[in-house]
């Protein structure tokens, strides 16, 4: 969204319709979930705490202080909850979504891992579909930062990458896959569009098998602690996604509310992402508003 009406194109499309679609600043005619690039936000908090646990570097039971921000030197990385989290530890900091907790995290563990696993969950390079146009992405790091930049990756960096923030972009499409990996423990799928086509009478004429890309392989406990903290997300009564709770069907996600445009500007995209049934999940979802107002 914002649509576009198919019934131009039924015929050829006059040149005034054209010219409108064109120039309209919704630009309707964008694949947005394979070529549009967005920061992540928050939705890539579980990448940053399943490479810090698997690194050694944090444990699942490390605690942080957030009094509603986090202070690298002089500068202050604020949470959303500007009255702070107190001392909190991964799994509620996950439900909570707080960036002071994520801020620590990404210090300790460094952005070498952190990078490492996002690239192996698929972002920052072409998922594969079957679709023109897919872009990469980009998960940036020090060798990148010297080339572009011509400067060293800093500890300030490693805080926005940690919060999803920086330099780091990804496709809607990108998040959908990563999201898949986070449900099933590591497996990362090449999506598709078509799994069988059919002849006019029902018969199966073609199949087209589930492809793995990848499996990321971790220790169970780390993907465990992770999947209940975005469990938590959702089914807690205070949890980020609480509104998105339904009777029939538990779930796991994870809210994000990603600034992008000059700094100040107040300018917002806000994700979602969730997987469900949560113990046997079979759907993973990623839903993204161009300029709203809250993940949550």
């Known amino acids: 969204a914002p649509a576009y009406d198919p019934n131009l194109f039924v015929a050829a499309v006059a040149e005034s319709d054209w010219k409108a679609l064109l120039e309209d600043p919704g630009r309707p005619l964008n694949n947005r979930p394979v070529t549009e690039l967005y920061a992540a936000g928050s939705v890539f908090k579980p990448v940053v705490a399943l490479a810090a646990l698997s690194s050694g570097r944090s444990r699942a039971s490390t605690v942080h202080d957030c009094p509603g921000y986090f202070a690298l030197g002089s500068v202050r990385f604020h949470c959303w909850n500007l009255n ?31 990078a490492a696993l996002a690239r192996a969950l698929g972002m920052g390079a072409r998922t594969g579909i079957d679709l023109d146009g897919e872009a990469e992405g980009l998960v940036p790091d020090d060798a990148w930062k010297r080339k572009a930049w011509r400067d060293a990756w800093r500890p300030g960096d490693t805080c926005n990458l940690s919060i999803g923030q920086g330099a780091l972009s ?36 073609q199949t087209f098998a589930s492809e793995s890309i990848r499996a990321v392989a971790l220790k169970p406990e780390i ?70 107002v809250s993940g949550g």
């Open 170 to 205: 990804v496709t809607p499409l990108q998040v959908a896959v990563m999201t898949a990996a986070l449900a099933t423990g590591g497996t990362v799928w090449r999506p598709r569009l078509i799994r069988e086509v059919r002849s006019a009478t029902g018969a199966v004429e």
């Open 84 to 114: 702070g989290h107190g001392t909190i530890g991964l799994r509620k900091a996950i439900e909570q979504s707080c960036n002071a907790y994520f801020c620590a995290m990404g210090l300790e563990c460094g952005h070498e891992p952190i």
């Open 223 to 292: 993907w465990r602690v992770v999947q209940q903290g975005m469990q938590d997300v959702v089914q807690a009564p205070v949890g980020t996604a609480h509104r998105a709770r339904i009777e029939a069907v538990e779930m796991g996600g994870k809210t994000g509310t990603a600034e992008y445009g000059p700094k100040g500007a107040g300018l917002k995209h806000v994700w979602m992402i969730l997987f469900a049934p949560f113990d046997r999940p079979r759907y993973a979802v990623a839903m993204v508003l161009d300029n709203g």
